[in-house]
């Protein structure tokens, strides 16, 4: 079965700080995508980085970083000088089946940045 | 260009009664995929339409059921609803693509509240 798990159900940074979220995944596709996802208080989900498997170089959106480590299948979310604006949750996720919009979701990790 | 729109924002319904989700895609998008998220818990894939036929489908009852317009927008509908389909749905639009991965946008969601 395909899952996704993140083991941290909340976290805690404080601001200009820099916080590591973990999830491992589980799958027997070769070639596949992982994405973490932000999904604010306001509820809209937005995509925030994404990776793919067969890239080795680990994918960097400005402040937003993977450590990507396909043979123990794991896929971080480092955010660096952590922002109030970062307070959210964040869900890593990976298409089923590598097909398209059928995304697997963890269960999240609350982030909360205090000033 | 507006994004994800869904209707309505909020609703409560009873136990046994039928309620019916809407959601515009964002421009240019053909793909809409819906979503139920409980409370704490991440998204869970419900289905996919696409050129008006369902192409993918979770592990839901057939309970749920959806249609899609010729303009791409969707409705998800689901009858003699129980408690525990109080969730957050949300409804993701994207590109259907023939290789490779598109980037789903998210709406904001409609919460249901069953009583």
């Known amino acids: 079965a395909q899952t996704v798990t993140q083991s941290q159900p909340e976290m805690s940074v404080q601001e200009a700080e820099t916080v590591t979220l973990s999830c491992t995944y589980d799958?027997?596709?070769?070639?596949?995508?992982l994405f973490w996802y932000k999904q604010p208080p306001s509820r809209q989900m937005i995509l925030v980085i994404r990776?793919?498997?067969?890239?080795?170089q680990n994918a960097t959106e400005n402040r937003f970083s993977v450590n990507f480590q396909k043979a123990a299948k794991s896929f971080s979310l480092k955010i660096s000088d952590s922002q109030l604006g970062d307070t959210a949750m964040y869900f890593c996720?990976?298409?089923?089946?590598?097909?398209?919009?059928?995304?697997?979701f963890g269960k999240g990790t609350k982030l909360s940045v205090k000033p | 260009d507006a994004g994800v729109t869904q209707s309505p924002t909020h609703l409560i319904k009873t136990r046994g009664q039928q309620v019916t989700l809407r959601c515009s895609p964002k421009s240019g998008h053909d793909t809409v995929s819906w979503y139920q998220q409980a409370l704490g818990q991440g998204p869970q894939f419900i289905f996919q339409y696409y050129e008006e036929e369902e192409r993918q489908r979770g592990n839901f009852p057939d309970r749920f059921s959806g249609h899609q317009f010729p303009n791409y927008s969707s409705e998800l509908n689901v009858n003699a609803l129980l408690l525990g389909d109080s969730a957050l749905y949300l409804c993701?639009?994207?590109?259907?693509?023939?290789?490779?991965?598109?980037?789903?946008?998210f709406g904001p969601g409609t919460r249901l509240t069953v009583l």
């Open positions: 990776q793919e498997a067969y890239k080795q």
């Open positions: 996720a990976f298409p089923r089946g590598g097909s398209q919009g059928n995304l697997i």
């Open positions: 799958t027997s596709e070769s070639n596949y995508y």
């Open positions: 993701a639009s994207s590109l259907p693509g023939l290789a490779g991965y598109n980037e789903q946008f």
